[in-house]
């Protein structure tokens, strides 16, 4: 059995999902650049036919397949339509961690940005000010991700894992600047 085909061809009976990565199990080519669109239009017509409500009358056996077979789907789903996860899966897949834990930060700009970011959002005392560091953390993300299409596009594995690493440090300060605007009068 192909490891992407949910169905036995010849009994159409539900397969366990095999070792298909994210793309192959929703039928994309292995890029970055994929239409969000395509690939939650492909994802829904995938759980549709695997959900195991649809194997509620069938074997124990059949049901844990069509369960363990929605479970691969969603989470394929979840990492191709977050442009920061997918980035990770695709060098994940060419052997290079991101090393997105923070703990192996090489490049001194990346981090004279983040603790740049990192003050700006301490020193923010108004909703307002908060608001203009996410603002700017959003333009960086927006051009972080257009730099990582053209970092995969050129191949340059290397300057995509830079990307990513910054898109990291971005994301995260978007995710806090949304707790610190609640602390701020």
Do not use: W
Not at 31 to 55: A, G, I, N, S
Not at 80 to 101: C, F, H, N, Q, V
Not at 121 to 150: F, H, I, N, T, Y
């Amino acid at each position: 059995m192909p490891a992407a085909e949910p169905f036995c061809p010849t009994c159409k009976a539900v397969q366990p999902p095999g070792q298909a990565d994210h793309f192959r199990r929703l039928g994309f080519a292995r890029t970055f650049d994929l239409d969000r669109k395509l690939v939650e239009r492909r994802y829904f017509e995938l759980q549709r036919t695997l959900h195991p409500d649809r194997f509620a009358a069938r074997s124990p056996k059949e049901r844990a397949l069509s369960q363990a077979q929605a479970t691969s789907l969603n989470e394929a789903y979840e990492a191709l339509m977050d442009p920061l996860k997918r980035a990770s899966y695709l060098l994940k897949l060419s052997g290079i961690e991101t090393g997105s834990d923070g703990k192996t930060v090489t490049d001194p700009a990346l981090l004279m940005d983040a603790m740049e970011m990192r003050e700006a959002l301490a020193e923010a005392r108004k909703p307002a000010e908060v608001d203009a560091v996410v603002a700017g953390a959003r333009r960086d993300a927006e051009a972080a991700e257009a730099q990582l299409s053209r970092d995969f596009a050129a191949e340059d594995l290397e300057a995509a894992k830079t990307t990513t690493l910054r898109l990291t440090y971005l994301d995260k300060l978007i995710d806090d600047a949304r707790a610190r605007r609640l602390n701020v009068a």
